[in-house]
């Protein structure tokens, strides 16, 4: 009996034990369940708290002014829709799942948070999708509020320079001020968009905030020399061109051509323009004008220092041209008279032709003359016209008068030729009397007969001469050659005559010195005595050594002179 109670006792212990376990069983899995559970409505919530109808809503008001944006924007706005339904089916199984959980259905529980992952990852992935596609559309808001903050501190500076600058942008400070409150405008509309979710227009806004802050500075930092340009430059350029049209005016010098007038009204007028655009804080353009202007004005200026200077340039050779003019006429009236006169003498070529047309040139010439003389004092051509006529009539008389004057060299060298022969003929035969009276007179004791050839060949010179002078038509150029010829010889000749007769003298002096000291001094005797017959046979030269040695012997430091003063 006993037995029989301790195998009960056993058994409902055991029995306690496995409901125990199956009890403690059921819990631990209901509790993994329930976590599985809230660790998915964990990730259900975070997806479901996305703001996307939010966002999608923002994006589609930042996409409104843009076709392309928009339909992008549309297109995610069916992927957001299917996303909602979705999600709710999602709650709808989240919920059929806590109901068997809490029915104690653990299998189909656990099916159906497999079930629910699944779902939520996909959804998830939706989600992201969605999100990251919408986020770009707030980070373009962002940029766009941060670029409106850059625009608001670039502004400040911009408005604090020209505040500082405001007595050397004088002129353009109201302009300026005037840009500065339009920009201020135009940040309060941005805003008014930006608040309207209206970003394209609030950001083509920006962008015209930014040109024109740009636009100011450039401005800015040209109005100090635009006006140094406009308000001191170019009027006293104006002033100087004007000045100078005025003085050429007076001169009478003809300028109708270069349109001086309309061309200084149009730049007067660009340049009232120009000031008003700098009064209003408007550069654009100015610079390039300015610049033209300058260029038309040292254009104009030039224009007029070469009229003036042509006009100067133009009377200067119209004088000349009357010069040339006047030498023309007494060359051609040389040439025709030495022409008429000296034609058959020398053999001149025909002229007659040749001078009558040099005559009508002349005629001509003079005609010419009078109408550029005409020109200069009525003023109806540009002075550079009337210059080039001018010096193309000079050029033109240039040629014809070195023609004249080359005809009257020719019948100059002719005439001069015959002169310079005659009075070379002259001094020729009064070099080769000299010679002849020298000979005659000092009477050498011997002559080498190569000079009695040479006073023959001098005689033969002067009547070849003679006989070419007197030829009709004469031959300048064979006579000129004969007579440098003669001159070159008979010069030699009495240069010749002169050595000798002068060492005969020596000679004699030296001997005749020497005489003294005969007596004396038998060297003496005898070197005189060798000096005497070298005198005899004609060796001048060694006669004059030998006697000169044998004085220096007795007076070595003045023989010669001692002789001299023995003469």
Do not use: W
Request: net charge negative.
């Amino acid at each position: 009996m006993k037995r029989e109670y301790l195998y009960i006792s056993i058994g409902v212990l055991v029995l306690i034990t496995l409901i125990a376990i199956i009890v403690t069983t059921n819990k631990n899995r209901k509790k993994n369940l329930r976590k599985q559970l809230d660790d998915l409505y964990v990730r259900f919530n975070s997806v479901k708290t996305i703001p996307l109808a939010f966002k999608l809503n923002k994006a589609q008001a930042m996409a409104r002014r843009n076709e392309e944006m928009s339909a992008s924007v549309e297109s995610y706005y069916d992927k957001y829709e299917q996303t909602e339904k979705h999600i709710n089916q999602i709650q709808d199984l989240l919920n059929d799942t806590d109901d068997s959980l809490g029915s104690v259905k653990y299998k189909e529980a656990l099916e159906m948070l497999k079930n629910v992952s699944d779902e939520l990852s996909v959804c998830e992935g939706e989600v992201r999708q969605i999100d990251d596609f919408l986020e770009e559309f707030s980070r373009k808001e962002d940029i766009q509020r941060e670029y409106s903050a850059k625009l608001k501190e670039k502004y400040r500076v911009v408005k604090t320079t020209i505040n500082k600058n405001a007595q050397l942008l004088s002129i353009s400070y109201d302009g300026f001020v005037d840009k500065l409150k339009e920009i201020e405008d135009l940040f309060s509309s941005s805003e008014e968009l930006m608040y309207a979710s209206d970003y394209t227009a609030a950001q083509e806004q920006l962008e015209s905030i930014d040109q024109r802050l740009e636009n100011i500075k450039s401005s800015a930092n040209a109005v100090p020399k635009l006006v140094k340009d406009t308000k001191g430059v170019l009027p006293l350029m104006l002033d100087e061109t004007k000045r100078e049209l005025a003085l050429t005016r007076q001169r009478g010098v003809y300028i109708e051509h270069l349109d001086i007038e309309n061309k200084l009204a149009e730049i007067e007028a660009d340049l009232n323009s120009d000031v008003r655009e700098l009064m209003a804080a408007h550069t654009e353009g100015i610079k390039p004008r300015v610049a033209q202007a300058k260029d038309v004005l040292n254009e104009l200026n030039d224009k007029l220092s070469e009229e003036n200077k042509a006009f100067k340039l133009a009377r200067e050779t119209n004088d000349r041209v009357y010069g040339h003019i006047s030498e023309m006429e007494k060359a051609e009236n040389y040439v025709r008279i030495a022409y008429d006169k000296e034609s058959a003498r020398f053999g001149l070529v025909d002229l007659k032709e040749t001078l009558k047309k040099m005559r009508d040139s002349i005629d001509k010439y003079k005609e010419e003359y009078e109408l550029i003389n005409a020109d200069l004092s009525d003023c109806v051509k540009p002075a550079s016209d009337v210059l080039t006529a001018a010096e193309t009539l000079d050029a033109m008389i240039d040629v014809d008068l070195k023609t004249l004057y080359a005809y009257k060299s020719t019948i100059d060298k002719s005439t001069d030729g015959e002169s310079r022969a005659q009075s070379q003929l002259t001094k020729l035969q009064l070099v080769v009397s000299e010679v002849e009276t020298k000979l005659a007179e000092y009477r050498l004791p011997a002559i080498d007969e190569s000079y009695k050839d040479d006073l023959k060949k001098s005689r033969d010179y002067i009547a070849r001469i003679r006989e070419l002078i007197g030829q009709i038509p004469i031959n300048i150029t064979e006579l000129n050659v004969l007579l440098d010829e003669a001159i070159d010889f008979i010069y030699k000749f009495y240069n010749n005559i002169n050595n000798v007769v002068g060492m005969g003298i020596m000679v004699e002096n030296a001997i005749v010195f020497g005489n003294k000291y005969r007596s004396t001094f038998p060297e003496i005797d005898r070197e005189l005595s060798k000096a005497e017959f070298q005198y005899l046979n004609g060796e001048y030269t060694k006669a004059l050594k030998t006697a000169i040695s044998c004085m220096e012997t007795l007076f070595p430091e003045n023989a010669d002179e001692k002789i001299l003063e023995n003469a």
